[in-house]
Structures are given as structure tokens and as C-alpha cells.
């Protein structure tokens, strides 16, 4: 009783290098029998018939080009994407480091003010003592 023949194998089923059934679990090795190219299973989980056709061909051909060209595009996307974030993360920081600096200035002059304020309150203390003295 030898191995099945590849008409017979359920399309999960494929045939590795021995001849030996293997499926996703026991994975057998790319070999081309009949008119099925058999490949490792998770690079495509099934066995693929080779196209009947020049036509066939050629339209796999053009499907495989345009899924390559979606997933560029589609890399191009979350990389625009991720570029405007980084822009508008940046923009964020450097507005948060000036309203940083604007409070920095403000507690600067109101210090000013205070320290002014201060200094002409002794200034008053000081003459009203020295009227105090001079009676």
C-alpha cells in the first residue's frame, strides 16, 4: 500500500520528499509532483496548480504585482502617518517649552515687582523711624 496518489490527497495534504503524506503538522520539504507544486506549508497553505494558461499566468502574474504595490502603499501610508505624528508631537513640545519660558518670565517680573514693592516698603519704614527719632 504506497503513498496516495496526488489526486486523491485532500487539498490540506500535501507530499514531502519521501513520498509520505505531511500536512500543517508535519510539513514536508517544496517538491514538485504532477502538475501541483507543493511548498512548505505556511509559505502557502495549499499546494497551487501552475497556471493552465499563458493567459492564467499572466493575470497571477499582474495579482501578485498589485498586492506587492498595495503593501508599499500601504507602508508609505503608516509611514506619512507616523511622520505627521512625529511632527505634531514635536510642534506640542516646543509649544509647552515657550508657554514654559513665558511662565518662567512672568514669575521673574512679579518677583521684580515684589522685590520693588519691598524695598520702597523699608524705604517708608526707614523715614517714618527717622521722623520718629528727629522728635
Known amino acids: 500500500l504506497g503513498p ?9 495534504h500535501a ?3 519521501e513520498g509520505a503524506l505531511c500536512n500543517a503538522e508535519f510539513p514536508g520539504h ?11 506549508f505556511g509559505a502557502a497553505d495549499t499546494p497551487r496548480a501552475r497556471p493552465q494558461s499563458a493567459r492564467q ?12 504595490i498595495a503593501r508599499i502603499e500601504d507602508q508609505n501610508r503608516w509611514q506619512r502617518l507616523s511622520d505627521k505624528e ?11 517649552q515657550q508657554a514654559g519660558f513665558l511662565r518662567y518670565q512672568r514669575q521673574a517680573a512679579n518677583f521684580q515687582k515684589e522685590l520693588r514693592l519691598f524695598a520702597a516698603r523699608e524705604a517708608e519704614s526707614q523715614r517714618a ?5 528727629s522728635f
Request: hydrophobic fraction near 50%; glycine fraction near 2%; proline fraction near 6%.
Open 4 to 12: 496516495p496518489a496526488i489526486a486523491d490527497v485532500a487539498r490540506r
Open 15 to 17: 507530499l514531502n520528499d
Open 30 to 40: 517544496p517538491t514538485i509532483a504532477g502538475d501541483f507544486e507543493l511548498v512548505p
Open 57 to 68: 499566468a499572466r493575470r497571477e502574474a499582474n495579482f501578485a504585482r498589485a498586492q506587492v
Open 86 to 96: 512625529a511632527a505634531m508631537v514635536a510642534h506640542r513640545e516646543c509649544r509647552l
Open 129 to 133: 523711624q527717622e521722623l520718629m527719632r
